[in-house]
């Protein structure tokens, strides 16, 4: 089977991990080690910003990150509904309320228009997603959030080697976040950022990271433990440096399979343009017309054929029992209808081109 996506590491990232387990420390109590801090200031420059925190999921940093921009309780937030699931309980475990607002058809990220239309007085942040690892349209978000006064967080999680208005996803928001999970263009089994130009925002990831302190057992505000361990800096430090031939070898990938499947009619393939270019996390396209039975026929039959394809993400969030039953159910239509159409292909950096003509071809013998 070609999986969807599959972690690429070899002897350099086991040297690190084994340099630090011989020579510790293995963590540090107070948030970042000599690792942390050497992974955070490369992890910085590739973002292009001025801070980036690390932590130990990308739903720590998403977590980390709304309380950071002053989320709490009763506050709400707008979020796609047609994302992981993460996005949303970020909000709501920081006891305020998913505001699920649908999406672009053609780049399945938060529609402007409908973020205007969802405002309420309550409203605190807005929570868009670079969705498969397409920037969200960030320019008019800004101008959106500086407009009401609202914090601007980016779910930045599948997004590295993005570009957004030619620069690096990510920095057009207060605070970006980053998931380093094992599926990720750059992982470290487990692991998170956040990235930010905010000072004060830094700051206070810093001490949220720690149990909200600077100082030992002294805590200033609520935190939690989101600290990243020096093993798995170590693992980051290694695959910073090679992401971006990841990137571009996905890239090649992606770009090989759009020129075969531009070849039917029956698909949309992903958008991209050149100063929004995709980090091609995930390969997604989408079955004109289709029904939600055709779909999932397509892709029983691709993966009987070894090739592991996936629909991302097949129940949006507010349709899922807790989200439905604490937030009210909401219709969503470009959201429902894509749920129903997208389906992904593997490009990560494992696949040839020999495996990329035998999905394109496959697919297009399917359609
Ligand atoms: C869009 C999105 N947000 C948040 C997350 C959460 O990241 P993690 O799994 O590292 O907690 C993920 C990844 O799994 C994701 O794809």
């Known amino acids: 089977m070609i999986p969807i996506n599959k972690p690429s590491m070899d002897e350099a990232e086991a040297q690190a991990v084994l340099e630090v387990m011989r020579k510790g420390p293995v963590t540090n109590a107070l948030g970042a080690g000599p690792k942390v801090l050497e992974f955070e200031k490369m992890f910085a420059e590739?973002?292009?910003?001025?801070?980036?925190?690390?932590?130990?999921?990308?739903?720590?940093a998403l977590h980390a990150a709304v309380m950071a921009v002053s989320v709490g309780r009763d506050d709400e937030v707008i979020v796609?509904?047609?994302?992981?699931?993460?996005?949303?309980?970020?909000?709501?475990?920081?006891?305020?309320?998913?505001?699920?607002?649908?999406?672009?058809?053609?780049?399945?990220t938060l529609s402007p228009a409908a973020v205007k239309k969802a405002i309420t007085k309550k409203t605190k942040a807005i929570l868009p997603v670079d969705l498969y690892g397409f920037s969200a349209d960030m320019k008019?978000?800004?101008e959106i959030a500086a407009k009401h006064g609202l914090g601007l967080v980016e779910d930045a999680a599948q997004a590295h080697g993005a570009t957004y208005a030619g620069k690096p996803a990510?920095?057009?928001s207060d605070a970006a976040c980053w998931s380093l999970y094992a599926s990720k263009n750059m992982m470290t089994g487990e692991g998170g950022v956040v990235t930010t130009n905010d000072d004060q925002i830094n700051e206070k990831l810093r001490m949220i990271r720690t149990h909200g302190e600077k100082a030992k057992y002294a805590s200033e505000m609520l935190g939690s433990n989101y600290r990243m361990p020096e093993l798995e800096a170590a693992i980051g430090v290694v695959q910073m440096k090679k992401l971006p031939s990841f990137v571009a070898k996905r890239r090649q990938n992606a770009q090989q399979l759009t020129k075969i499947l531009s070849k039917s009619k029956k698909?949309?393939?992903?958008?991209?343009?050149?100063?929004?270019?995709?980090?091609?996390?995930?390969?997604?396209?989408?079955?004109?017309?289709a029904t939600e039975a055709q779909r999932n026929k397509l892709l029983e039959t691709l993966k009987a054929k070894g090739i592991g394809a996936e629909a991302y993400y097949?129940?949006?969030?507010?349709?899922?029992?807790?989200?439905?039953d604490n937030y009210g159910?909401?219709?969503?239509?470009?959201?429902?209808?894509?749920?129903?159409?997208?389906?992904?292909?593997?490009?990560?950096?494992?696949?040839?081109e020999e495996e990329i003509k035998f999905i394109g071809e496959t697919v297009l013998s399917l359609l």
């Open 329 to 352: 159910a909401k219709a969503l239509p470009e959201t429902e209808k894509a749920a129903k159409q997208v389906f992904s292909l593997p490009v990560h950096p494992g696949v040839t």
């Open 80 to 108: 796609p509904s047609f994302t992981f699931v993460a996005t949303a309980e970020a909000v709501a475990l920081a006891g305020a309320k998913p505001v699920f607002t649908d999406i672009d058809p053609e780049t399945y």
């Open 140 to 142: 008019p978000l800004r």
């Open 314 to 324: 097949v129940n949006p969030i507010n349709t899922m029992p807790f989200y439905r």
């Open 46 to 60: 590739f973002a292009g910003v001025k801070h980036a925190v690390a932590v130990n999921t990308g739903t720590a």
């Open 267 to 289: 698909l949309i393939l992903p958008y991209e343009s050149k100063s929004c270019q995709h980090s091609w996390y995930l390969y997604t396209a989408r079955l004109k017309d």
């Open 170 to 172: 990510g920095c057009f």
